[in-house]
């Protein structure tokens, strides 16, 4: 899987807007771009994930770069509860059935937010 | 939240026991994984399943085995404990290849005296 890089650390102050950068500059074309993070203490859980376009959910919006080698996390108004480690992560599409959707983590993103 | 009970949650063993480590799901997914997470090493992918009696090896596969002889259940064995498996495992589900989203699991952790 192509690798991802992420700075280790980001500060954000509750109730603002947090952009977590994500470079993926050996990005494939069949490649998804998933993010998930990981609360203390807990199992990672599933964010959100775009190939191509800018994506929103309940959670988090993600907005892609027009060469695809970079893309970024929008936590539009932090509150306490995101503080947690961000995974950017490569998918490759079209895997065959046996391959099923494993993925790479790497060491991710720890956010702290400040009350 | 997604159906997926990890027991035991706590474990303490001795070095050279066997150990055995569950995953149960209540969402009927095909795919299965276990994971391990270790201080600098974030989570590493150790066995997973694509189906009942289906597996295959993930990177870090070695001192482990694992078994799925039923869809809703997957099984991490440790055959003989040793203390770099002193981790957190975590076991997740994914349903169809179409979105690829994995559910985890609370996690289990292993300490290996």
């Known amino acids: 899987d192509a690798k991802t890089t992420q700075p280790n650390s980001m500060e954000s102050n509750e109730e603002e807007p947090v952009h977590l950068p994500c470079n993926h500059s050996?990005?494939?074309?069949?490649?998804?771009i998933h993010w998930y993070r990981q609360l203390p203490s807990q199992g990672p859980e599933y964010v959100i994930h775009g190939l191509t376009s800018n994506v929103n959910n309940r959670m988090a919006s993600l907005a892609i770069a027009e060469d695809r080698k970079s893309s970024t996390l929008i936590l539009h108004r932090a509150t306490l509860r995101d503080a947690a480690v961000y995974y950017c992560?490569?998918?490759?599409?079209?895997?065959?059935?046996?391959?099923?959707?494993?993925?790479?983590f790497g060491e991710g993103t720890q956010l702290t937010v400040n009350p | 939240d997604a159906g997926i009970t990890q027991s035991p949650r706590h474990k303490v063993t001795e070095t050279g026991t066997p150990v055995t480590l569950r995953c149960h799901q209540t969402e009927n997914h095909r795919y299965m994984y276990w994971y391990r997470q270790d201080p600098g090493h974030g989570l590493r992918l150790i066995h997973y399943s694509y189906g009942v009696k289906d597996t295959d090896k993930g990177e870090v596969s070695d001192g482990y085995s694992v078994s799925r002889s039923k869809t809703e259940d997957f099984l991490l064995t440790l055959e003989s404990a040793t203390s770099s498996q002193t981790s957190v495992y975590f076991c997740?589900?994914?349903?169809?290849?179409?979105?690829?989203?994995?559910?985890f699991g609370e996690g289990s952790r292993l300490t290996v005296l």
């Open positions: 997740a589900i994914s349903g169809g290849l179409a979105t690829g989203e994995l559910f």
């Open positions: 992560i490569l998918r490759e599409r079209g895997r065959g059935e046996t391959s099923g959707s494993r993925l790479t």
């Open positions: 050996t990005i494939s074309g069949t490649d998804y």
